[in-house]
């Protein structure tokens, strides 16, 4: 499947999960059995660790769809790095989403100076540069730092070296960043 053929996919369960038209595909005793000999998942998935984020649910897709790493604020550092790496150089998985969403609490918690104490830290000061690019923009600040940090995220996987950057520049790979609002249970990619 080519990244574009990825995103439509994506886009028609986003589509299913708003109108409420839900098929929860490949969620069956047969497609578990295939799953027994190996993945193949279409999409990677970088989303927020949000309990009300289930990015199979809200892309309408099932078991060995999607390889989602949730992270709080979708933050990608060695680790997630690596594992999206994995699925992109083992998995053949040809799109990447970075996706934040409506009222992101890692984000909010990013707009303060305030210490959050902890390993909290490390993600806020990775989300503190969204923080301040959106700071003049226009509308919610909240909002726009959201997407800002997607924005943020999505360019830094397409420019990690060696192996994002090159299956973006000559293996059909495609990375592009997504807001999802809680509300209406949409999806905009914003790329």
Known sequence: ????????????????????????????????????????????????ADSRVVPELLFDQGLGDLFVIRVAGNVAKDKVIGSIEYAIKFLNSKLIVVMGH???????????????????????????????????????????????????VSEELKDSKPILQDAVRSSGVKIVSAYYNLG????????
């Open 1 to 48: 499947m080519t990244a574009e053929e990825a995103l439509n996919q994506l886009k028609e369960g986003n589509s299913r999960y708003v109108k409420g038209d839900i098929k929860h595909p490949h969620t069956d005793i047969q497609r578990r059995d295939e799953l027994t000999g190996g993945q193949h998942p279409f999409a990677v998935i970088l989303s927020c």
């Open 102 to 152: 409506e009222n992101c609490g890692a984000v909010s918690a990013s707009l303060s100076n305030a210490d959050p104490g902890g390993h909290i830290g490390a993600i806020i000061e990775k989300i503190k540069p969204a923080v301040y690019m959106s700071k003049r923009m226009p509308g919610d600040h909240l909002t726009n730092a959201i997407k800002v940090n997607a924005q943020l």
């Open 184 to 191: 209406r249970g949409e999806v905009e990619f914003m790329d």
